[in-house]
Each structure stands twice: as structure tokens, then as C-alpha cells.
Nanobody
Framework: QVHLVESGGGLVRDGGSLRLSCAAS????????KGWFRQTPGEEREFVAA????????YYADSVKGRFTISRNNGEDTVSLQMTSLKPEDTAVYYC?????????????????WGQGTQVTVSS
């Protein structure tokens, strides 16, 4: 049973930065790809970023490209999301997730394990 726990969310002003982290416990497969998604009330879960098993390939939604950076530490079974130049429209609950798949990493249905989420609020 894989258990994912996000941390690092909070309230930040427009233009500010936050760093989200996700730690895995249990039987975590270090060869899995990992992703970050976000969701606002009444909306579908939205892809933010993903990283393959060895960190060599990263993928970003157009809306965050150039502002967010995903990284992972396989020795510690963690994945992070550095967010800069935050905007009010980035406000959402952010989730980390893992998947054994290596393609179509922007699709929530490809992910098999999810964290509980952490709230990010960007004030204008």
C-alpha cells in the first residue's frame, strides 16, 4: 500500500513562490513516474507537471511552463514542485500522484496512487 503525503501549501501573494513536497511511504516503486495535479471546486482535476522515473524527462501544462519546476529524489522517495511567479488562478488543491506508466502522463486516469492534497491560495 503506497501512501503519499503532500506538504508545503499555504497562502502567498500574487508573484510569490511556494515549494510543494510529496513523500511516499510503504511499498513505493522508484521506477514509477510521478505527477502533480490541481483541482478547484466544481472543476476537473487538472494536470500541472510530471516527471519520469529517473528525472530525465519532465512535462508541464502550458499554464505553468517557465514558472513551475518538478523534481524528484529517488533516494528519499520524494517529489517536489517549485512554484514561482504565482498567480491567483494558480489557487487550487494540489495533489501528487504516482503511476507505473511512462506515457500520457497528463491524464489523471493513468495514475494509481494519490495523496490527500494540499491547499495553495494566491491572493491578488
Amino acid at each position: 500500500q503506497v501512501h503519499l503525503v503532500e506538504s508545503g501549501g499555504g497562502l502567498v501573494r500574487d508573484g510569490g513562490s511556494l515549494r510543494l513536497s510529496c513523500a511516499a511511504s510503504g511499498r513505493e516503486f522508484r521506477t514509477f513516474s510521478k505527477g502533480w495535479f490541481r483541482q478547484t471546486p466544481g472543476e476537473e482535476r487538472e494536470f500541472v507537471a510530471a516527471i519520469n522515473w529517473d528525472g530525465e524527462s519532465t512535462y508541464y501544462a502550458d499554464s505553468v511552463k517557465g514558472r513551475f519546476t518538478i523534481s524528484r529524489n529517488n533516494g528519499e522517495d520524494t517529489v517536489s514542485l517549485q512554484m514561482t511567479s504565482l498567480k491567483p488562478e494558480d489557487t487550487a488543491v494540489y495533489y501528487c500522484a504516482t503511476t507505473p506508466y511512462v506515457s500520457k502522463l497528463d491524464l489523471p486516469a493513468r495514475y494509481t496512487n494519490w495523496g490527500q492534497g494540499t491547499q495553495v491560495t494566491v491572493s491578488s
